[in-house]
């Protein structure tokens, strides 16, 4: 899992709530992204960002929010909107986000609806 | 648009005996792929990635892809399987903009001892 960090490592919400999945990196990596992890769905990418102040959205951004304040922080906010929040939430970074550059990936938050 | 298609969800192989899970990709310009792997409840851990250059990719743990740019595959592959390389398969590809990866939606293996 490299120098990336996820905390919690679960996270139970009630719905109705928000809640914020934290993401921390050590590597001097520009680009950071959150993918959301269902069983036999594979990975799908929310958001990403190419540097700090800066984020896209991705496939499946509805219900949920970022910020890029610092280099090595990326926080994800799960809002009440997302309607199924219940995922494995895996967040990336890597030093650029084109061509050759390999994402490497934090150790994941379990999030479930309660 | 970017894509990639791992056509098996499982594949069950004897411990000793080779493995390949299969990985199939679209692209529109020259692709840059790679292979990760996940434990239960771990994040990705990459394997080995393709470039250019020579179609025989080698990688961690014992592992290697051939790329096969007429059959548009980087099919992913093990000479001798252990019980150990039980896990999660993720193929994933991108072309040489600057977009993040795409993931196919895993391939699950078992190795049977």
């Known amino acids: 899992d490299g120098g990336i960090t996820q905390s919690p490592k679960y996270l139970f919400r009630k719905e109705g709530q928000n809640v914020t999945l934290s993401c921390e990196q050590n590597?001097?990596?520009?680009?950071m992204y959150w993918y959301r992890q269902d069983p036999g769905q594979g990975l799908r990418l929310i958001y990403y960002?190419?540097?700090?102040?800066?984020?896209q959205k991705g496939d499946i951004a509805e219900g949920y929010s970022v910020s890029r304040e610092k280099k090595e922080s990326f926080p994800l906010t799960v809002t009440s909107a997302q309607k199924n929040p219940t995922a494995f939430y895996l967040c990336?970074?890597?030093?650029?986000?084109?061509?050759?550059?390999?994402?490497?990936f934090g150790p994941g938050t379990r999030l479930t609806v309660l | 648009a970017q894509s990639v298609a791992q056509p098996e969800d499982q594949v069950n192989v004897a411990e000793g005996n080779p493995l390949t899970v299969k990985c199939t990709y679209s692209v529109s310009g020259n692709p840059y792929l790679f292979w990760y792997v996940q434990y239960p409840n771990r994040g990705l851990q990459f394997l080995l990635k393709y470039i250019t250059g020579d179609n025989l990719v080698k990688g961690s743990y014992g592992f290697e892809a051939e790329f096969n740019k007429s059959q548009t595959s980087f099919h992913l592959k093990k000479p001798s399987a252990l019980v150990s390389d039980s896990a999660l398969y993720f193929c994933?590809?991108?072309?040489?903009?600057?977009?993040?990866?795409?993931f196919g939606k895993g391939t699950r293996l078992s190795v049977i001892a």
């Open positions: 990336a970074s890597s030093a650029g986000i084109g061509g050759t550059d390999t994402q490497y």
């Open positions: 960002s190419q540097i700090v102040n800066d984020f």
């Open positions: 994933a590809v991108r072309d040489t903009g600057n977009t993040p990866l795409v």
């Open positions: 590597l001097n990596h520009d680009a």
